[in-house]
Each structure stands twice: as structure tokens, then as C-alpha cells.
């Protein structure tokens, strides 16, 4: 059974509640919302810091290469105040993690949600709002 | 005075009710006088104690829509069918966009993630309801309209930034330059989207307010003392302090043009007022002037809610690859842009 | 620092030498970084100390940096952080904080001096005269240090009658440094002209 025991928070599934979104910047700044990525790897490291997290996971590709990808997840002290640690996404865990692509060009997206072996998800950003458009 | 029943709306519950307060206005806003007010204890040093942790979200909307002219507070019964339609996530409820002050927001806004996979909804997240109908406080209840002078002195600088938002970091907003956030600038206003959990901290002659966000932290000296020299500036001014009666009574001047809230000048004047008026609200109100930007003051109100500490680190500018991102965007796009034009 | 030279383990001391060859661009404080504990005392720029009932502020001019002692029953980190987690209590007139939980993203000077994540840091703030603390930071960490070791020092004062942290909002004096690379070139700056 999996570790991941801090999903489950009375009965509802970890999700990031009274953080949209973080106005400092535009999302279209940053990244491309016409490029939806969608990928499965194994976590290399969580990385808990303001102003986003960072999730890192190692994609191997059809050849056997292997390629770390970045998303861009919310600032960990709201994750911190659902019972989140340092210890609750390990390295190594099976993820398939969506996202949006950088517009710089590097392996970098920002995290929309991870799902995970059994079927669980966990959503890494939302940046809906009365005029968000569906996402296909 | 009316006894509410007090329903916590908490996040993690399955069926989310909403915490209602009742309202204990402060000077000049009693409807009806007050019995034997709630008032709270001392520090060890004799002040009034307001030490605490505190979430200053809100769903009060900033401006008093249209429809309710001069009306300030709602009635008991009116305060009820709005609460029950913002909990049932009524689009049309009064501060049913969860009292945006409407700064930046614009393009985050076209990517709209499930927020069904597990009924998360802002709606439901924890916030206060008052019975204020606005958070702007008087007979208006709006912000007052901009002088032209300073309708100009902000177009100007507007089309700058926009112009040239991309060429270099400098140009970026503070808040995307980790300097300073828009929750942290002073006033603290309700932005969407936004940590608000901050602690008051007291010792002896001295205030402390840390919010989480960015990690800011105004250490207050409540002696009342002068102002530093009127050409020291700094982005969040000088504030001093003193106590009447129960309230913590904030002064501050002396900002730069930097922070501009709500379009105003390096001479914005500002007097925040600090009252705990029940064991588990601060009302924190505050007026602004700024005779180069407004024609007159106006007048702010926001109850604060107890939260549950502690507060966590939010180191900013040691994490932030938002800066790189966004330049390189904007180099990627130039790029590109200069090898279809050859 | 009392007593001689600070006890590395062989390999942190070579790593340790490497950072003070590069350190103007490996220290995290030459990009405006949060310091952490004990450095935050010990820098250039005062400090204030608001003393509440159940929590001590420590306010730092450096950075705006913060931390806040928990003087209640000691509680744990979620993460690392930069300055750490403290939690306090008081043994007589002293004032002893254990610091954990620090990321290994700090130094503890300009010179290279470093630690891992493994950081554990003890301080005591004990009064010597009316103006003047004494600050003792005991410092260890199996991972890099083969024993722990101390630094004292005093704190004195401030007396003037207004005295106060202004703000000293770093980021903007590292962005320069950090991102001057990615600016638009100007036309000047363009490469052949």
C-alpha cells in the first residue's frame, strides 16, 4: 500500500484549497497554455520552497534516455498546513504529472496535477477563474 | 446586542457551514449601544493584548454593490441569505468573487483547471463574512474617484511598464522581484489568490507584525515617537505607534513611489487602527489620504480571524525561477521573432 | 569562535577551500539569500528582539529576515528552511533556543565555510549588563564537523533614544548579479556592433 498516507485528510483527498492562484505574475508570462504536457516518471526530489514548489521527476524516453522535468507547484505552506512534510512525496514514487510548458524552452512546466500508481491524484496548481476557458 | 452562533467553515469538512460573526462595530459605527463589550486582557508589560495569529481573508467585496446605495450593514436576516448564498456558491452573491481588490490576476485566469476532481471550490475555502456590505466603510462605501493629476502620473507610468515589462527584471513588478508582495505592502488589503496568515507579536514598547507572506515583519514602536527625516524613504514607510485604549493606533509616512497602492504618491498618509474586539476577531480599519492622488480620505474595514499558527518561512527571492522564466519567454519570443523577419 | 580552527571532517574541508576560491559566486548572502542561524547575528546590520509571552520575535535588518522562537512546548519542522526552526526556553536569566531543521543552502561567512542539512545549532542570549547581551551559539553537524564547536560574542545595545531596523530590501542590490544575463540587449549591446 502506498505511503501516501497525508492524502487523506477527512475523507477528501489532499487539495490545495484558498490558493488559487498566486497574482504576482501572469501565468501566459511564463508559460503556454496551447502546450499540454503530460508525463510519466519517477520523483527525483519535492522541492518545498516559496514563491512555488518545484516537483522533479525523471522521464526516460522511448530510447532509454532519461531527461528531469521541473513543474511548478504551490508555495508549500499551505501544503505545510494539510499535513504535508518533507517526507510525504519520496523519491523514487511512480508519477504520471500534467502541466503546461515553459515558453522558455527549458524542462520546465507549470504542474497542473500528479496522478499516482493507484489512481489518486493530486492537484499541483489551479489558476481557473470566472473567465478561465475549459481546458481540453 | 445579538448572541450568534458561532458554525466554523473549515476546509476539511465534507459540509462546509460558515463563521459568522457578529460584528462589534468600532467608534462611531454602533447601531444600537452595546452591553458590557468583550475587551481583551494585558500583556506582561500592561498593554492591551492583541498578540496572535491571524488569517485576514475575507468575502466582504472592497466597493458596496451598486444596488445598495447607502446601506452599510446588512440586517441579521439579510446577513444570513447572503452568507447561505455564498456558501452555495451563488455566482451572483455579493462578494461572490471572494473580495478581489483586482490587482494583476488578468492571465492567470485562461487556463482553468478540474477543480471538480475533488469539489474544491474557493467558495468553500475558509474565509469571514461580516455584515458589512463593503469593505470601504461611510455612505459611499467606494474608493474615491482619482484626482486627473493622478489619473496622468499613473497612465505614464503604466504604458512604461507594459512597454517595457520584459526587458529586464527591474521593470517586473516587487512582487515578482521577491522585494515585496502585494499582500505585504501597507495597507493590508484582501487580494485573491494570496497567503494571509500573519502574528502579532508584543514586547515591551515595541509591536511586532509578521506576515507569512514574503516574510515580512514591521517591528512598531508604540511611544509615539517623531517620524524619521522626511527624506528617508522607505517601501513601507516609517510607522510608530501608540495605544488608546484598546486599540493600537499605526502611523505611517515617509513611503517612496515604489509600492503606489491604489495609484497613490510618495505622500500617502496612513493611520491603521488595531482592536481585538472578541477572542477570536481583530478588526483591523484604516484610513489612507493623499491629497495629490484622492480628494478626500477613505476609510477601510476588515475583520481578522484567530487562526492556528505557526506561521512557516516563506523565503521568496532564494526560490524564485518565475524571474527566469518570464525573461526567458520574453528572449525566446524576440528570437524568434528576428529570424522570421530575416 | 572559541578555540582554534573549526574541526572539519577531510572531505568538507576540501569543499570548504573550493567555496573560498569562489565565493563571490557561491556565497548565498552576495545574492541577497536569507542567512540563517547563527550568521543572521553576526552580520553587519542590527537586529530586534520583541519578547511576547509565548513567542520571541527576532527581527534581523538583513533582508527583513525573521524568526519567530516558539516558547511553548517544542514542535517539529515540515521542511527545511533557511533560517530554521527554533524553538526556546528559559534557563534562569538565559534565553537558550535550539535551532534545527536548517537547509544546507547557507554559509557561515564569506570565507566558505559551510554545513550539510544534518545542522544543529544551540544559542544562548544571556544578559551581562543592562545593554549588553552575551550570545554563545554552539554549532554541530556529524556530517561535516567531526566534533561540535562554539562562538561567543557580545551584543550590545542600541541606546539611542530612536533607534530602529529600517529596511534593507536586498533582492534588488543581487538582481544585477543574478539576472542581468537575460535583459533585453539594447541595440548597443548587440552583438558585431
Known amino acids: ?136 | ?342 | 569562535m572559541d578555540g582554534g580552527t573549526i574541526p572539519y571532517l577531510p572531505e568538507a574541508l576540501k569543499k570548504k577551500k573550493e567555496n573560498e576560491m569562489n565565493w563571490v559566486k557561491l556565497d548565498p548572502e552576495v545574492k541577497c539569500f536569507l542567512p540563517g542561524v547563527p550568521r543572521a547575528t553576526y552580520l553587519p546590520y542590527p537586529l530586534q528582539i520583541v519578547q511576547g509571552a509565548d513567542n520571541i520575535v527576532i527581527a534581523y535588518e538583513y533582508q527583513n529576515a525573521i524568526r519567530v522562537i516558539n516558547m511553548k512546548a517544542p514542535t517539529k519542522a515540515p521542511a527545511d528552511t533557511w533560517m530554521g526552526w527554533s524553538n526556546g526556553h528559559w534557563e534562569g536569566d538565559t534565553l537558550v533556543v535550539d535551532v534545527t531543521s536548517q537547509n544546507d543552502n547557507t554559509w557561515f561567512d564569506h570565507s566558505g565555510n559551510f554545513h550539510s542539512d544534518a545542522l544543529h545549532v544551540v544559542e544562548r542570549y544571556t544578559p551581562r549588563s543592562a545593554d549588553t547581551l552575551n550570545y554563545e551559539a554552539t554549532i554541530e553537524d556529524p556530517k561535516t564537523f567531526s566534533k561540535p564547536w562554539k562562538i561567543s560574542m557580545p551584543l550590545y545595545r542600541r541606546v539611542e533614544k530612536d533607534a530602529r531596523l529600517l529596511e534593507y530590501r536586498c533582492p534588488e542590490m543581487a538582481e544585477e548579479l543574478l539576472w542581468g544575463h537575460m535583459a533585453k540587449k539594447t541595440v548597443d549591446q548587440q552583438p558585431g556592433k
Not at chain 2, 486582557?41 to 495569529?53: E, F, L, Q, S
Not at chain 2, 454593490?65 to 446577513?79: H, M, N, R, S, V
Not at chain 2, 447561505?84 to 478581489?100: C, E, I, N, Q, Y
Not at chain 2, 518565475?322 to 519570443?333: F, P, T
Request: aromatic fraction near 8%.
Open chain 1, 1 to 136: 500500500m502506498k505511503r501516501l498516507a497525508f492524502l487523506i485528510v477527512s475523507g477528501i483527498a489532499l487539495l490545495m484549497v484558498g490558493v488559487p492562484a498566486w497574482a504576482h505574475h501572469g501565468f501566459a508570462a511564463e508559460f503556454d497554455a496551447d502546450k499540454p504536457l503530460k508525463m510519466k516518471g519517477t520523483v527525483v526530489k519535492w522541492d518545498l520552497i516559496n514563491p512555488h514548489s518545484w516537483l522533479e521527476i525523471a522521464v526516460k524516453d522511448d530510447d532509454g534516455k532519461v531527461a528531469n522535468w521541473r513543474f511548478e507547484g504551490p508555495p508549500p505552506n499551505t501544503l505545510f498546513r494539510l499535513g504535508v512534510t518533507k517526507d510525504s512525496l519520496p523519491p523514487g514514487t511512480e508519477v504520471m504529472v500534467e502541466g503546461y510548458a515553459a515558453k522558455d524552452g527549458s524542462n520546465r512546466a507549470s504542474g497542473k496535477n500528479v496522478t499516482f500508481a493507484d489512481g489518486r491524484k493530486l492537484i499541483l496548481g489551479v489558476a481557473g477563474g470566472a473567465e478561465g476557458r475549459p481546458d481540453k
Open chain 2, 1 to 342: 446586542m445579538h448572541h450568534r452562533k458561532i458554525v466554523f467553515s473549515c476546509v476539511f469538512a465534507a459540509s462546509a457551514a460558515i463563521l459568522l460573526v457578529a460584528q462589534v462595530p468600532a467608534v462611531g459605527q454602533q447601531t444600537a449601544p452595546a452591553k458590557k463589550a468583550w475587551t481583551p486582557g494585558r500583556t506582561p508589560d500592561g498593554d492591551p493584548d492583541i498578540a496572535g495569529v491571524y488569517d485576514a481573508r475575507t468575502a466582504t467585496p472592497v466597493e458596496r454593490p451598486k444596488e445598495l446605495g447607502a446601506k452599510e450593514f446588512y440586517t441579521d436576516q439579510e446577513f444570513k441569505e447572503v452568507s447561505d448564498r455564498l456558501h452555495r456558491k451563488d455566482p451572483t452573491a455579493p462578494g461572490a468573487s471572494a473580495g478581489v481588490f483586482g490587482e494583476g490576476g488578468g492571465d492567470n485566469r485562461r487556463v482553468q483547471y478540474d477543480k471538480d476532481v475533488f469539489g474544491f471550490d474557493v467558495f468553500l475555502s475558509n474565509y469571514v463574512a461580516t455584515k458589512r456590505t463593503s469593505l470601504v466603510v461611510g455612505p459611499e462605501g467606494k474608493i474615491p474617484p482619482m484626482l486627473p493629476e493622478a489619473r496622468e502620473r499613473n497612465a505614464t507610468r503604466n504604458a512604461y511598464n507594459r512597454a517595457h515589462e520584459t526587458d529586464r527584471v527591474q521593470n517586473q513588478n516587487l512582487e515578482t522581484r521577491c522585494i515585496l508582495s502585494n499582500r505585504q505592502l501597507i495597507p493590508l488589503f484582501p487580494i485573491e489568490d494570496s497567503n494571509t496568515h500573519l502574528q502579532i507579536v508584543q514586547g515591551k514598547g515595541y509591536v511586532a507584525i509578521y506576515q507569512e507572506l514574503n516574510h515580512d515583519v514591521r517591528v512598531i514602536p508604540t511611544d509615539g515617537r517623531p517620524h524619521l527625516a522626511k527624506e528617508i524613504r522607505q517601501y513601507q514607510g516609517d510607522s510608530v505607534g501608540h495605544w488608546e485604549g484598546n486599540t493600537l493606533v499605526v502611523d505611517t509616512t515617509n513611503f517612496t513611489d515604489q509600492t503606489a497602492f491604489r495609484g497613490s504618491s510618495e505622500n500617502m498618509h496612513l493611520v491603521e487602527r488595531y482592536t481585538k474586539v472578541s477572542p477570536d476577531m481583530l478588526l483591523y480599519r484604516f484610513t489612507v489620504e493623499d491629497p495629490k492622488t484622492w480628494d478626500k480620505p477613505w476609510t477601510v474595514e476588515v475583520p481578522w480571524m484567530t487562526a492556528k499558527g505557526p506561521l512557516y518561512e516563506y523565503a521568496c527571492t532564494e526560490g524564485n525561477e518565475s524571474l527566469g522564466l518570464i525573461l526567458g519567454a520574453a528572449r525566446v519570443k524576440e528570437a524568434e521573432a528576428a529570424k522570421s523577419a530575416k
